[in-house]
């Protein structure tokens, strides 16, 4: 009788644990994707959210196409968003799987984006 409890317990706690790492998933991929589009969006004026960049004097700033620059990292930011997605759907069949590996992959990324950074402002 307490055999048919613990597997109950058991059961419900890999679906809660399930359902929490799709939410954290899904919840990262729409704050990855709705970043990108506002930096999309806003032609130029979301680059002084740009580490380094608000950090520039005015001069300075004359030199970068700040448009360009955020279509370029909103569209970065919304690609970072698809490890997440993938992620949730690998949750449904491995809970937690799907999760570290889309935090491994996004942290792949953002290291990739940063040495590509590095390596245009020199």
Same mark, same amino acid.
């Given at each position: 009788? @307490?055999?048919?409890?613990?597997?109950?317990?058991?059961?419900?706690? $890999?679906?809660? %644990?399930?359902?929490?790492?799709?939410?954290?998933?899904?919840?990262? %991929?729409?704050?990855? @994707?709705? @970043?990108?589009?506002?930096?999309? /969006?806003?032609?130029? !004026? %979301?680059?002084? @959210?740009?580490?380094?960049?608000?950090? !520039?004097? !005015?001069?300075?700033? /004359?030199?970068?196409?700040?448009? $360009?620059?955020?279509?370029?990292?909103?569209?970065?930011?919304? =690609?970072?968003?698809?490890?997440?997605?993938?992620?949730?759907?690998?949750?449904?069949?491995?809970?937690?799987?799907? #999760?570290?590996?889309? #935090?491994?992959? =996004?942290?792949?990324?953002?290291?990739?984006?940063? !040495? $590509?950074?590095? +390596?245009?402002? +020199?």
């Amino acid at each position: 009788m @307490f055999g048919f409890f613990y597997l109950i317990a058991r059961v419900g706690s $890999e679906v809660s %644990a399930m359902i929490i790492c799709v939410i954290f998933d899904l919840g990262m %991929a729409v704050i990855m @994707f709705l @970043f990108g589009i506002s930096f999309v /969006k806003s032609n130029g !004026k %979301a680059a002084d @959210f740009l580490s380094g960049y608000n950090m !520039k004097s !005015k001069e300075e700033r /004359k030199q970068y196409d700040e448009k $360009e620059m955020c279509r370029v990292y909103g569209n970065r930011m919304m =690609w970072m968003a698809l490890p997440f997605v993938a992620g949730a759907a690998i949750d449904f069949l491995y809970s937690g799987v799907g #999760c570290l590996a889309a #935090c491994v992959i =996004w942290t792949v990324q953002f290291v990739l984006l940063m !040495k $590509e950074r590095m +390596k245009r402002e +020199k």
